[in-house]
């Protein structure tokens, strides 16, 4: 089902083996593949074609391109096209699916986005806040509820409870550390080097921001913590047995140092217990900073810290709880219209599917701030709407 005049292919980034690792980024270069198709509206979740103007780029994409994601066993597997995240315009939309030709949209799939055209599941798709740009929104799908269904359905942050973000310079460190502020938890940010800590603090609008390039610097996080504490008032109570005992004014005196909640995408769990108060909860999200080297813990400092330490994959959870997805959106939408929440994108400008490689080796180089976003193309013209906001 394609457009009545339109082209049956497309340009994409398409991999019909993963990328070598002696091969560069920088030789991805896109194909002419067949363009995909919609699906009639007869389907339980009838898939929408999208005109793809911006794409954004995640450290899975990294992953899938080399073969080194677990999913890659058996779930995403040669021939494909690369990429997660996008925002483009409706072209075709079965009937009953709530959304039209011409809407601004952006999503999420495995696999598709780094092309000129994807086919996806509606229920995958939603559109663009209008005072945001197709742009701005290009990085969130992927990202957004990860950071919200991590730090507040499992990790359960409460406010005034001081909120340890590692990565926090990257696209879903950033948004977390948006979402730990919107319900107010205080936010200590960590990263690589001194040139990212004014940035996490002016941009992202971390409360304390620690170089782990520094010695010491995990006693820095705990000492950061008394004073974040002393600012932002009582805890929100966690109905638990642990909340009925009092956190200060008896034992050694230690009480008020560690953080409550730690959101580790990265893989420093041992470094982030001992930064941790006692019964704090320790969220493992991702290992961007282990270079496929799994990180091993002994057993007794969990013990020692009676921390919690918990995994969480967005997509596995919304798979085994279709309506987690639906209640996390409904509070990111809330949250959005209310400005706490921000489209923070990467200053550098990347122009066309031929920039996908080398803007995939700056995030793979640690020099993202945020979301990488691709300009893909423009809109097509006979779906421009002169009524509305500038969408590029």
Partial sequence: MVPSGEATVMKAIHLPTHLPS??????LAPTSVPSP????????DPKVLVHVTHASLTHVDLLYARGLHQNNRSLVVPPFILGSEF?????IAPAGCGLKPGDDVYGAASTGAFAEQIAIPASRLRK???RWS??????LAATLPVAYGGLIRTALAKKGEVVLVHGASGGIGA????????????VIATTRGAAKESWLRDVVGADLVVDTTREGWEAAVKAGTKVLRMRAGPRQPKNDAKDIFPSSGQGSGTEDEG????????GLVEQSIRCSRYGARVLICGFVGRGGAMEKLAMNRILLKGVQVIGYRYGEQTRRHPNEAQFIWLELERMMEHGQIEPIIHDQVFSGLESVGTALTALQDGKVLGKAVIN???PPDHLADADCLPKL
């Avoid at 198709?37 to 339980?44: I, Y």
């Avoid at 953080?259 to 990265?266: A, I, K, L, P």
């Fill in 134 to 139: 197709r742009r701005e929104a290009a990085g």
């Fill in 37 to 44: 198709q919609a699906s009639q509206a007869t389907t339980d």
């Fill in 87 to 91: 925002a483009g315009v409706v072209l």
């Fill in 22 to 27: 002696t091969t560069p980024l920088s030789a």
């Fill in 376 to 378: 893909i193309q423009a």
């Fill in 259 to 266: 953080v409550d909640v730690t959101f580790d995408n990265v």
């Fill in 128 to 130: 663009v806040p209008r």
């Fill in 175 to 186: 948004m977390v550390c948006q979402v730990a502020k919107a319900v107010g938890c205080p």
